[in-house]
């Protein structure tokens, strides 16, 4: 077929516009595309820091199960394969069932919270830096994560209430 150009035919004027609309249904589905990742990024996100809630939950539960399950004086574990397997007892006694992954690093390392003298494990929180999406209405226990600005700010700490005040 002859260029239409160089044998000077005319182009159809019609000729243009099928190419142009599916420029501009690229670009739209693009622009859809970008909005539905971003939206799923943000909902990943959530699911995530709900994960990180519940297993900082059972690290808190697993340490306050441990410290008073102490024989004699109560005491915290030196390390979470503590919770694992009490060393403490003469039976086998867990208080985890596993080291949990932290949702926000996809590892099992974990920051820990330690007593004054650096020996033992109060509470973990996450080593991830990243900011939060959630920053208010958080349970009575999480009070304390209302405003922070990284999840490492997130501590699940065990801390014994003095006597006679009520668990």
Do not use: C
Not at 72 to 90: F, W
Not at 114 to 124: L, N
Not at 157 to 167: C, D, L, M, Q, R
């Amino acid at each position: 077929m002859a260029n239409p150009i160089a044998s000077g035919d005319r182009l159809d004027p019609q000729a243009g516009v099928t190419y142009i609309g599916l420029l501009f249904a690229i670009a739209i589905l693009g622009v859809g595309l970008a909005a539905a990742g971003t939206v799923w990024h943000t909902m990943s996100q959530r699911n995530k820091e709900a994960e990180l809630l519940w297993v900082g939950h059972q690290y808190r539960e697993a340490i306050k199960q441990y410290y008073h399950a102490s024989p004699g004086a109560s005491g915290y574990p030196t390390s979470l394969n503590d919770l694992l397997k009490d060393p403490r007892q003469l039976g086998i006694r867990r208080y985890l069932r596993k080291i949990y992954v932290d949702p926000m690093t996809g590892s099992t390392d974990w920051g820990l919270v330690k007593t004054p003298d650096q020996q033992r494990i109060t509470g973990v929180y996450s080593l991830s830096e990243g900011e939060p999406i959630k920053s208010a209405n958080f349970d009575e226990v999480d009070k304390d994560f209302e405003g922070k600005s990284s999840y490492q700010e997130w501590k699940f700490v065990f801390s014994p209430v003095a006597p006679g005040v009520s668990a």
